[in-house]
């Protein structure tokens, strides 16, 4: 018999944190450094161990515990958080002679003579999703996706999952961190193996799930699930690349004076950095690791589709700065896109929202970067007769812009006489109707408005992101919901009750719930976005906008005559036309009286000044650079909250918004004593004003 055994709780404290840093140790020799210490039976028995005690004693779990990796209930929705830094983008460039004017372009930045050589560490540039990490003392806090670069979605839960994410800084590691350093972020690429796609993917398919296409796409699935299991059930990993946010202002005594030294740091701070990273000393010296890597990215086993190319000097770094968007110091130099050769079996024809056809060349399924094309499209009938595809035909394929496969040439020389031309229908291949060729288009036209691809594609549109933003509603449920003849157009959604959404298969009460508060929520917008979501024929954004300036409701807009669209400025005979045309049609005339039925505000520029700002009437002026706005935007956004933007301060100035490094405006205005704001505080007024910035 054992006696038993005295346990005070500071020693099962001691015992805690040992095995804590003992496992995170070993998930940094597995996940990080890909070189496992002890077998996966050894971690098993620490991590039960360590999951025993905690369960015992409860109190003693803390933030930072590998056990925490997964757990936690699933989300209902994920939160937004703004970033501290914005989290820009790259500027990409595609051949060498633009890598040489990004080049140039730094020296006449920094008055450097043109040609010098400056030092870049070059870096793969990984095909996932970026994302942010924050640690506050040390500890891995709040996790949060780029989204629009200034707000994102908090998915630490997620995150946690990835196991070569560290949950706390150099626990056990000899990298420094200053106690001093509060809260630090570091940025980098979530991304999914090529390998892991395909399992995923096998998966899927035999329960009959839509498969992912690529691996970015993949990626940002699993990391976008709100139960916290299934990212876990995903494996994700993640390379780290930047610095965000950090405070003190110097890393708490750690000293980088390169770019590389950072990277250097994050490695022996725990993190996972791509081994790849390489300092080169000049231009020529970036050409060569890029040709190196066009071919070599091949056989990696996760994407890539370029080089990013770095100042490695961060003085100089800072000397550049960033653009609205992107850093000065930074560059995506792109690879060629992949291209291959597949074989037309059939073309089909896509019916879109506006009653286009689109033909498409149905391949013998091939992979390009990494994923199964099995369609590429043909574009219009003028691009077949262009390219002279025909049915059998052996054709070139590559993903354009790195998505939309499209076919780029024929093989002519391997026809064997068998191949088939292909005829544009000339009905509807979804309704029927003769389709219609307006003069002077290449497209042609499936006139029947209430064709079901139409339809479906129109309410898409509606609810899409720039239009009235109706999440949780896409194109299957759409689909389902318009051969259920539940809707037939935008404004039906409006009128859905749940038990019609449930009546769709494997919707659950609580998806149905979330897709009827998403509806109510969108029953107050822009009149310019519901505009544009109505998708008329020419009533792009722009239009909308101009349309929504000049006239304070819809009301107005489908009483007035020809010759008003005509008299605005930007908008030309045959958008006016086709207004004025929608506007009078029986379509409108339902669409109006349903607007009134279910409720729905639509905001006007004009109502939307009065209501909600604090610039009706007043100047405000812009100086110094900003970080989340472009000077476009902002001069926009000042509109839309009813103020005039300006460029000159003078006495009547009403308000100057300050960025980064002013010019004189700054000191006239404090010399006139004209109210100052800096971005944040314009920011502040805008996001409680309730507009979007775009
Ligand atoms: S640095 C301020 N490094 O590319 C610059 N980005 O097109 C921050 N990306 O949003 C980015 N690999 O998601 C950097 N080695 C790398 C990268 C990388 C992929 C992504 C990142 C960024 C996007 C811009």
Redesign the pocket.
């Known amino acids: 018999m054992s006696a038993p055994i005295h346990n005070p709780l500071s020693d099962i404290k001691q015992k805690i944190v040992e095995l804590k840093n003992q496992i995170e140790f070993h998930n940094y020799h597995y996940y990080v450094l890909d070189s496992p210490v002890i077998s996966d039976e050894e971690y098993d028995r620490l991590f039960r161990e360590l999951k025993k005690l905690e369960e015992e004693y409860p109190e003693l779990i803390t933030l930072d515990s590998p056990t925490q990796r997964v757990g936690g209930v699933p989300l209902e929705v994920f939160k937004k958080v703004r970033h501290k830094i914005p989290?820009?983008?790259?500027d990409n460039v595609f051949y060498e002679d633009e890598f040489e004017e990004f080049e140039k372009k730094i020296c006449r930045f920094l008055n450097l003579p043109l040609g010098s050589s400056i030092e870049y560490v070059c870096?793969?540039?990984?095909d996932g999703l970026?994302v942010n990490l924050t640690y506050e003392n040390g500890i891995f806090t709040c996790g949060a996706t780029?989204g629009d670069g200034i707000e994102g979605e908090e998915i630490t839960q997620n995150l946690k999952t990835i196991k070569a994410i560290p949950m706390r800084i150099n626990p056990f590691l000899n990298g420094t961190l200053s106690p001093l350093l509060k809260t630090i972020e570091i940025?980098g690429?979530v991304f999914m193996t090529k390998e892991e796609l395909k399992r995923l993917n096998d998966e899927r398919a035999k329960k009959g799930e839509p498969l992912f296409a690529n691996t970015r796409n993949a990626a940002a699935g699993s990391l976008r699930q709100l139960d916290p299991k299934v990212t876990a059930s995903r494996k994700l990993d993640i390379f780290c690349?930047?610095l965000g946010y950090y405070n003190p202002i110097s890393i708490g005594g750690i000293q980088f004076s390169t770019h590389f030294e950072f990277l250097t740091w994050l490695k022996e701070s725990g993190f996972k950095i791509n081994p790849y990273s390489r300092i080169v000393q000049n231009r020529q010296q970036v050409q060569e690791y890029w040709k190196e890597w066009v071919e070599k990215v091949k056989s990696l086993p996760y994407s890539a589709d370029g080089v990013?190319i770095k100042v490695n000097d961060l003085k100089l770094q800072e000397k550049l700065g960033a653009t609205t968007h992107a850093?000065r110091w930074?560059i995506?130099y792109k690879f060629p896109a992949e291209i291959k050769k597949s074989k037309v079996m059939g073309i089909s024809v896509y019916v879109g929202r506006t009653g286009k056809l689109t033909p498409v060349a149905e391949l013998e399924p091939v992979e390009i970067e990494g994923v199964t094309v099995s369609s590429a499209s043909l574009h219009n009938q003028d691009q077949i007769k262009r390219l002279d595809v025909r049915v059998g035909d052996s054709v070139f394929v590559r993903r354009a812009g790195g998505v939309i496969p499209e076919v780029v040439a024929v093989l002519k020389d391997k026809r064997t006489g068998e191949e088939q031309e292909f005829r544009f229908p000339e009905i509807c291949p979804l309704c029927e109707t003769p389709v219609i060729h307006p003069e002077g288009e290449v497209d042609l036209y499936c006139p029947n408005e209430a064709c079901q691809s139409r339809v479906e594609r129109w309410i898409w549109h509606f609810c899409s992101r720039d239009a009235v933003n109706i999440e949780h509603i896409g194109p299957k449920l759409i689909q389902r919901l318009v051969e259920k003849s539940l809707i037939q157009d935008p404004l039906d959604l409006y009128f859905l009750t749940k038990e019609q959404i449930l009546e769709i298969d494997r919707m659950g009460d609580k998806s149905a719930q979330n897709i009827l508060d998403e509806v109510e929520k969108s029953k107050h917008v822009f009149l310019s976005r519901f505009l544009y979501g109505l998708g008329v024929r020419h009533v792009g954004k722009r239009v909308a906008e101009l349309l929504s300036a000049h006239f304070s409701s819809l009301e107005e807009i489908s009483s007035v005559e020809l010759e008003k669209f005509q008299e605005i400025e930007g908008i030309g005979p045959e958008i006016a036309e086709s207004v004025h045309h929608f506007f009078k049609s029986q379509i409108a005339k339902k669409i109006l009286e349903k607007i009134k039925r279910a409720n729905i505000e639509l905001i006007s520029q004009e109502k939307e000044a009065v209501v909600k700002s604090q610039f009706t009437g007043k100047t405000v002026v812009f100086t110094g650079e900003l970080e989340f706005f472009t000077r476009h935007q902002a001069e926009k956004t000042v509109k839309e909250l009813g103020g005039i933007p300006s460029s000159s301060v003078n006495r009547q100035t009403s308000f100057v918004v300050v960025g980064k490094d002013p010019g004189s405006k700054y000191e006239k205005a404090r010399e006139f004593g004209v109210p100052i704001l800096d971005e944040e505080q314009f920011l502040k007024i805008v996001k409680e004003a309730g507009v979007r910035i775009s």
């Open positions: 989290m820009h983008s790259l870096e793969l540039k990984f970026a780029r940025r690429e690349y930047a990013v850093p930074a995506a």
